[in-house]
């Protein structure tokens, strides 16, 4: 169990929805969505760890699925009704694994593009596993080196087109490098085997809703793939365009969707 204490914004009321944000964008992602249903719902938007005042990342062993879920136990214990969870990215492979750590509080999720990258290997999809790895392995590099323009560069072009770094204001590549950071640490969490598929399609909520764009990178089509391959229980949904960003490239669209799903 993680000693940390997470930072988060709290709107509306009503059942609870916890919001898990993507790499980079923190608990800030969220405010279109929360502005949309606070009339019907408490959403608690959590940082994860190195975002906001949630303290970063600095145990001497690599960051685990568990130990990013472990920040919202305590927000789980307020009251002994059951939660919400709504992950993008990142966001969506920690919302799985804390479906699991919480069984009994948790009884719908809703995942926007998630990344347990390592299941691409287990299920030999080896080419889309090998763009993960690749990016990991330019974060890690640059990352541990200081470099951090150059893996922001190099993120920034994958999950949002070759040249998105170039057309960015300097001012932006400034906060974007800085916002990069945390990142660093979330790669072991993702990469590092968790529970088998088998698994998640036994222990996730019948109640899951899996969303994606059909222009996203391999690797996320393809987890999304697997993610369908086992369990007919589950709601899928693809958005026409949007790419991995769709959440904050598109939220009119996404917030839509994810009302939806809630509802």
């Known amino acids: 169990m993680t000693p940390f204490e997470a930072d988060f914004v709290e709107q509306g009321n009503g059942p609870t929805v916890i919001l898990l944000h993507s790499s980079v964008a923190g608990a ?3 405010r279109g969505l929360m502005d949309r249903l606070a009339g019907t719902y408490r959403l608690i938007a959590v940082n994860l760890f190195g975002y906001g005042t949630t303290p970063p990342w600095d145990l001497r062993r690599p960051q685990s699925l568990e130990d990013q879920a472990r920040l919202i136990e305590s927000l789980l214990q307020g009251d002994r009704s059951r939660a919400r969870l709504v992950g993008h990215s990142f966001g969506g492979s920690v919302a799985m694994k804390a479906a699991t750590l919480f069984p ?6 809703v995942l926007i593009e998630p990344n347990p990258f390592y299941l691409l290997a287990q299920a030999g999809r080896s080419d889309a596993y090998a763009e993960a ?3 990991r392995g330019c974060i890690k590099t640059t990352g541990a080196t200081g ?12 999950w949002t087109g070759a040249g998105s770094w170039d057309r960015m204001p300097e001012d932006r590549r400034q906060k974007f490098a800085q916002a990069l950071k945390p990142n660093f640490h979330e790669w072991d969490a993702v990469m590092t085997p968790d ?7 036994a222990r996730l909520p019948r109640d899951t ?5 059909a222009d996203t990178v391999r690797s996320i089509r393809e987890i999304v793939e697997l993610l369908a391959s086992g369990h007919p229980g589950w709601r899928f949904e693809t958005f026409e365009t949007g ?11 996404v917030n839509a969707a994810v009302k ?3 509802a």
């Open 28 to 30: 800030r992602q969220w």
């Open 104 to 109: 009994e509080r948790i009884d719908k999720l």
């Open 133 to 135: 790895e690749a990016l």
């Open 147 to 158: 470099d951090w323009p150059r893996a922001a560069a190099e993120f920034a072009d994958y």
């Open 195 to 201: 529970l088998p598929l088998s698994d998640w399609h």
């Open 209 to 213: 809703t899996v969303m994606h764009a």
């Open 243 to 253: 790419g991995h960003m769709a959440p904050l490239s598109h939220p009119d669209m």
């Open 260 to 262: 939806k799903a809630l």
